[in-house]
Every structure is written in structure tokens, then in C-alpha cells.
């Protein structure tokens, strides 16, 4: 077995910017835009699930996913696995606002023993850096043969160190998105878009827009 996987090979990801995709009536009055639209999220994460099967075949791989904005895109890139692999779940919340901020706080721990095993840990969106600097550093103490991250997305603009994700399906600008397993007060977690949400979600004195 080799000791490390290969260098990631995936393509450097998109800069997205608004999508002229329409958004549907239904959510209208939530979401003002689409930022990536669900065929072009299909394309990515199929692109995403290729290159990480070149680089994981015949290796002993755990993957690990942040709960709860993974769902969708954990079920949608290891569908396209057809290699064995293990997955495990954890749960971890930060604090934000509160007065230890930056901290985590495990709501669901892992079962799985990763030792002697590569670990890809997936999460939904890269922004301050902060949870998967944190994952990462407590995942190594179970001395896994190597560790390596997957994002959907990146907010390249709110990062607070320099921690990078191996794999990343796109950049998005400095807006809070939601849809695709991300939520707002939990919720939009099953649109099939990213979008932004309209200002008056969370700016709940600014007037809804027709
Ligand atoms: P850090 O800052 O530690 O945060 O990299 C990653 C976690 O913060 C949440 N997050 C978002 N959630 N829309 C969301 O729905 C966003 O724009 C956003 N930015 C950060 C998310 O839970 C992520 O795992």
C-alpha cells in the first residue's frame, strides 16, 4: 500500500457569481439568487467523486463527514464510488457568538478506528477555517496513514488562517449561501441549488422584494 495518496488531481475550482438560473416561484421570496445551479453542482461533484477515485483505489479509506450540511453532497459524491470505502459521521458545532469562540463542540463523535487508514474528510463550505483546522488536528491523534479534506465550497474571503481543502468543487464570494444541505435556522437544506437568501430572511425589518 502506498503511504500517501497521490497529488490531488482535480481541476482548480470555479469563482462563481450569480447563475441565470431562475429562481423557482416557490422560493422566491426566500432565495434572491441562484449562485450554482443543481446541473452544474451534478457536474462538479461528479468531477470531485472522479478525481478522488484515482487517487483512493485499492486504498484503505475512511470517509468522515461533517453533520448536518454534508447530506446532500455526501450522498451525492460517494454514490459515484465504486471502490469499498467506510463512512462515518461526526457532529461538531463552534460557538459562534458565544464567549469561547472558536471552539467546537461535538454533538456526535466518531466510531470508526482510523488507524492505518486514509481519511477524507468532507465537508459542506470552508469559510473561517476554523472547524476543519480543528477536525483535522483531532482526527490525527487516531494516527490515520494520511488525512485529506473535501469541500464543496470555498469562501476564500473569510478565511482567518491559511488552512486549505484538498479537494474543492468552487469559490464563492463573501455571501451567506444556503441550499444543497446548507441552512439558515435550518432551513433550504433540501433546495437543490446554492443560492443567496433574500435580506429580509435575515434582516427581518428590511421589506420582502415582489
Ligand atoms: P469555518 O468558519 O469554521 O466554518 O470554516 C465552516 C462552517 O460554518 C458554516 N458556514 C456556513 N453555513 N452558509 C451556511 O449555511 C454559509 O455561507 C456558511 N459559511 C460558513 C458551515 O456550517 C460550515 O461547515
Redesign the pocket.
Known sequence: MKATPPHPRLSPPALVGPSRARVPAAHAEDIHQILISAPRIRRRVEEMAHAISEDYRGERLVIVA?L???ILFLADLIRHFEFPLRVDLIG???Y?GGTSSGELEYTKRLKLDLKDHHVLIV????????????VTRELALQKPTSIRTCVL?D?PS???DS?QADYVGFQ?PH????GYG???DER?RNLPFVGVLQQHIYEPETPAHP
Open positions: 461533517l448536518n450540511g454534508t461538531v458545532s463552534s459562534r465537508d459542506d463550505i470552508l469559510d473561517t477555517g476554523k472547524t476543519l483546522r480543528a465550497l469562501k473569510g478565511r482567518s488552512f464563492v455571501l451567506f449561501v444556503v446548507l441552512d439558515y433550504y
